[in-house]
Every structure is written in structure tokens, then in C-alpha cells.
């Protein structure tokens, strides 16, 4: 009779299994953190919360995470680090254009905003939160995030393309509009998110003083003659 071919468990497994267990372990706290930091503010959620809606014990946590400050700075560091890479990559498909650039950056810009509004909610309120380390760090990303928005209405001034003569409150301003999207946006409201990207799209075109008529095809969004509803008409989506 031939031997049996079978023997111990292969090892060389059970880190990747270990590992594998480690990651969903902490999304899962993770993602329990935001929904409660969301719900409750950081100050107004406790361990306890965060181990009950992930399904684990308060002692589990600490495997994962040392303390729930460090939960908040892994929260914003991946969102900002998400949206970072997001909105460059937006930019450098767009073509070389700063009108095309300033487009997909803003459309990019609002739906992320629109799709991950949890966690753009915790970054643009619990800041306040963070301690000396972590504040460092974020604001040390934001600044990334929005030099990306500086550059490209910069090289629009430069060659004529945006005729803002105050491109830093605009580039500002721009941003900001999007991070009050979190604030009030609801999927299922009378505006989708591409259609909210549209028209946020033009009010920032129109706020770095791009000549819409000259920089957009008949057929788009932005070269409607009434892109904007009256008042009444968004209040679903508030």
C-alpha cells in the first residue's frame, strides 16, 4: 500500500489567514467608529459603543488600536489620504487645460464628498478633536489637498484662462463648498450626485472667472442656460 500523501497543515498559511483576520478586524472597528463619531460626536462615543456595534469586546480593541484618539486619526488620515489621491488623479486625466483640470477636480472633489460623507463629516468637524500629533498630521494633509486646488487655478490666471483677481479666496471658496456638501446632502433627493457635481463644477468655473461659452461643448451640463434650480427645487436633497 502507497503512503498516505497527507501530512501536517501547511504553516506557511496561517499568517496570511492571521493577517486577513487583523484587517477585517480593525475595518470593523473602524467602520463602527465613524458610524458612532457620525451619530454621537467623538466626545459623546465611548469604547464601549465602538466594541458593541463592531461585535467585539472593549478589551479587543486594544489589540488593534491603543486608544480611541488613535481610531479618530486613522479615520482622517485615510479619508484625506483617499481623497488626495483621488482628486490628483482626476487632474491628470483631465488634459492640460486649467478649465479641464479644475472640472475633474471639482466634479472628483463633490462626489467623494457625496459617497463618503461619514467620514468627510468627522474630518471637516471633530478636527477640534484631534490631539497635538494628530493635528499636525492633518492639517498637514489638508494643506496637500488643497495646494492642489491653488496650483491649478494658478496656471489658469497665469495663462488667461481664469480672470479671478483674487485666485487664493477663490480656490478657497471652492473648497469649502464642498465640504459643506457632508453637512447636508441625502442620497435620493431630486439632484444625483453627478448631476450635483455638474452644477458645483460650474460654480466653480464661473468663481475662477472661466468664460463658460467659450470652454464648454453645446451638449454639456455646464453650457445650460439655467444650470441652477430655484431654492425650492433642491430642498429634497437638504
Do not use: C
Amino acid at each position: 500500500m502507497g503512503e498516505s500523501k497527507s501530512g501536517p497543515p501547511d504553516r506557511g498559511r496561517e499568517p496570511a489567514r492571521l493577517q486577513t483576520e487583523v484587517a477585517t478586524g480593525r475595518e470593523n472597528i473602524l467602520n463602527s467608529a465613524v458610524e458612532n463619531f457620525q451619530r454621537l460626536g467623538y466626545h459623546g462615543t465611548s469604547v464601549r459603543d465602538i466594541a458593541r456595534d463592531a461585535g467585539i469586546t472593549p478589551a479587543s480593541i486594544y489589540h488593534h488600536f491603543a486608544s480611541k484618539q488613535i481610531i479618530l486619526q486613522e479615520i482622517m488620515e485615510k479619508v484625506l489620504g483617499d481623497v488626495i489621491s483621488l482628486t490628483r488623479a482626476a487632474v491628470l486625466r483631465a488634459g492640460e487645460t486649467p478649465v479641464s483640470q479644475l472640472e475633474a477636480l471639482v466634479r472628483t472633489w463633490v462626489l467623494f464628498h457625496t459617497s463618503r460623507r461619514a467620514e468627510a463629516l468627522i474630518g471637516a468637524s471633530e478636527i477640534r478633536s484631534l490631539d497635538d500629533v494628530g493635528h499636525r498630521l492633518v492639517i498637514t494633509l489638508r494643506d496637500h489637498q488643497e495646494q492642489l486646488f491653488h496650483e491649478v487655478i494658478d496656471r489658469g490666471v497665469a495663462d488667461g484662462s481664469f480672470t479671478t483677481p483674487y485666485p487664493r479666496e477663490a480656490a478657497r471658496a471652492i473648497i469649502n463648498m464642498g465640504y459643506s456638501i457632508a453637512s447636508w446632502y441625502r442620497p435620493g433627493g431630486e439632484l444625483s450626485p453627478d448631476e450635483l457635481a455638474d452644477r458645483y463644477a460650474a460654480l466653480a468655473l464661473g468663481t475662477a472667472g472661466a468664460d463658460l461659452a467659450d470652454t464648454t461643448p453645446a451638449s454639456h451640463p455646464l453650457s445650460r442656460p439655467t444650470p441652477y434650480p430655484t431654492p425650492t427645487a433642491e430642498r429634497p436633497n437638504t
